[in-house]
């Protein structure tokens, strides 16, 4: 089983910043392509971020130029950071991985809320 925990959500300002992190098991981190995704009441999932296995990234266009995503292979984590963030941002966000042809796994989710 691969297991996806989040964390580093929380409640902060319009225009401020957050990093989230997912810490994976399941022993083969560095061969899935990660991603976040979130999702706000009344509206889809969406994709915000990835990053593969060779360290190519992509963004969704809503937050380009201001979130990063990373991993650390050696500590089994992904990264989100989150700068100049906007009330819109506010969703629970998702971590994912993910093997070339094989299914999706979760996280439990970690809320965002930005508000002033």
């Known amino acids: 089983q691969v297991q996806l925990v989040e964390s580093g959500g929380g409640l902060v300002q319009p225009g401020g910043s957050l990093r989230l992190s997912c810490a994976t098991s399941?022993?083969?981190?560095?061969?899935?392509?990660m991603g976040w995704y979130r999702q706000a009441p009344g509206k889809q999932r969406e994709l915000v971020a990835s990053?593969?296995?060779?360290?190519?990234?992509n963004y969704a266009d809503s937050v380009k130029g201001r979130f990063t995503i990373s991993r650390d292979n050696a500590k089994n984590t992904v990264y989100l950071q989150m700068n100049s963030l906007e009330p819109e941002d506010t969703a629970v966000y998702y971590c994912?991985?993910?093997?070339?042809?094989?299914?999706?796994?979760w996280g439990q989710g970690t809320q965002v809320t930005v508000s002033s």
């Open positions: 990053i593969t296995s060779g360290g190519s990234t």
């Open positions: 994912n991985a993910a093997l070339v042809a094989g299914p999706h796994y």
């Open positions: 399941g022993r083969i981190f560095r061969l899935f392509t």
